[in-house]
């Protein structure tokens, strides 16, 4: 069985800072990737970061110069440092792996930011 989890989400006036960490537990095939994403209110999920086993990131054009991903070599972890955070950015924060055959989703870690 593998568990996502997820941590560090919180409350954060406008232009504060956050960093979530997602952490992969158990037995997997081999991780292409881990993933964040956010959803909100009655919106579909979408990808805001990601990086690949080799260490290549993706960013979502809205947090590009503000989010950085990073990751252990050798665990199955995947951190999540956000600057200048903007009220636009509240919304629940979901870590994913992505492994050569499946997809595990974390619970999300709720992060709100006050104007």
């Known amino acids: 069985q593998v568990k996502v989890v997820e941590s560090g989400g919180g409350t954060v006036e406008s232009g504060g800072s956050l960093r979530l960490s997602c952490t992969a537990i158990?037995?997997?095939?081999?991780?292409?990737?881990m993933n964040w994403y956010r959803q909100f209110p009655e919106k579909q999920r979408e990808l805001v970061a990601n990086i690949t086993s080799n260490g290549d990131t993706y960013y979502a054009d809205s947090v590009k110069g503000r989010f950085t991903i990073s990751k252990d070599k050798t665990k199955a972890t995947a951190d999540l440092q956000m600057n200048s955070l903007k009220p636009e950015d509240t919304a629940v924060y979901y870590c994913?792996?992505?492994?050569?055959?499946?997809?595990?989703w974390g619970q999300g870690t709720r992060v709100t930011v006050s104007s």
């Open positions: 994913s792996l992505l492994t050569v055959w499946d997809e595990y």
């Open positions: 158990g037995s997997f095939a081999s991780v292409y990737a």
